[in-house]
């Protein structure tokens, strides 16, 4: 059964049909529709509306083949997956992109709005939790921990880094700390949390373009030339560096004390 609460107050409740047990579920607020997984191993999707003007849960299984009592419970869209899911997010980088992801036993799957499959990624490891969320401008990436203490980022389907982790997360997310961006929090399956930082900023430095000059072949013979003229020049001189008028010689004297004392003399004899 879902049951739909206003704040405090209980406002309907609608059977879901092929629920056996509950499964994952979102709220898609492009589509105003709720998305879950039902006992059949496929998703669904159920807007509100149809939710709202749908029969009551109370009169559904004693009045269901009365005419009157309300619209029955249409599904909006179907897509069989074949698997468990684990969980289910929708994400959204602008106005009219917006995608759904639902992690399975074995596979990601990103569907459209419509119930149109985007793609599919079959994993290596078996998947612990997952977190998709969207770069500004560029694409969604996924975060995706296994039960190897591994995690893996993805673009869409192409595998951009893998960290290991000293745990098995069973949860993720993306956080701010002070002004560092991008610290990804993990919980442990034993209940610990942990501020990872998959490595530090790159250097947006770059080096100026070194303005290309025509040159003169004329001007840099003529240079050359010179050099080699006053490089002959020296070699012609013996002495290159001149001589001081005081010479400065190093001496080294040494002396030898003649009477040793009385330990050395002791350590000598022995």
């Not at 694409?139 to 893998?162: C, E, M, P, R």
């Amino acid at each position: 059964m879902l049951m739909l609460f206003e704040q405090e107050s209980y406002s309907f409740g609608r059977f879901l049909p092929g629920f056996l047990l509950p499964g994952p579920l979102t709220y898609s607020s492009r589509t105003d529709s709720f998305i879950t997984v039902s006992s059949c191993r496929q998703i669904e999707s159920y807007r509100y509306q149809v939710l709202a003007l749908a029969k009551d849960a109370e009169i559904q299984e004693t009045e269901q083949q009365k005419i009157g009592s309300g619209k029955k419970l249409v599904v909006d869209w179907i897509s069989n997956i074949g698997e468990q899911a684990l969980d289910i997010c929708v994400v959204s980088f602008s106005q009219l992109i917006s995608s759904i992801f639902v992690l399975g036993e074995r596979n990601l799957f990103c569907f459209k709005d419509n119930g149109q499959i985007r793609f599919i990624k079959k994993l290596d490891h078996s998947p612990s939790c997952f977190l998709p969320y969207s770069v500004p401008g560029t694409a969604i990436n996924t975060l995706i921990g296994n039960h190897n203490s591994i995690l893996h980022v993805y673009q869409d389907v192409t595998l951009k880094w893998a960290a290991q982790l000293p745990h098995i997360p069973v949860a993720a997310r993306l956080g701010k700390l002070l002004n560092l961006k991008g610290v990804i929090v993990t919980l442990s399956d034993s209940g610990y949390l942990q501020c990872s930082y998959l490595g530090t900023d790159p250097s947006l430095f770059q080096a100026p373009k070194v303005e290309a000059r025509n040159i003169n072949y004329a001007e840099y013979d003529t240079e050359m030339n010179k050099l080699q003229k006053i490089i002959k020049e020296v070699r012609k001189i013996k002495d290159i560096l001149p001589k001081s008028e005081k010479s400065e010689d190093f001496a080294l004297g040494v002396t030898v004390l003649r009477d040793l004392d009385s330990v050395s003399v002791c350590k000598f004899e022995c």
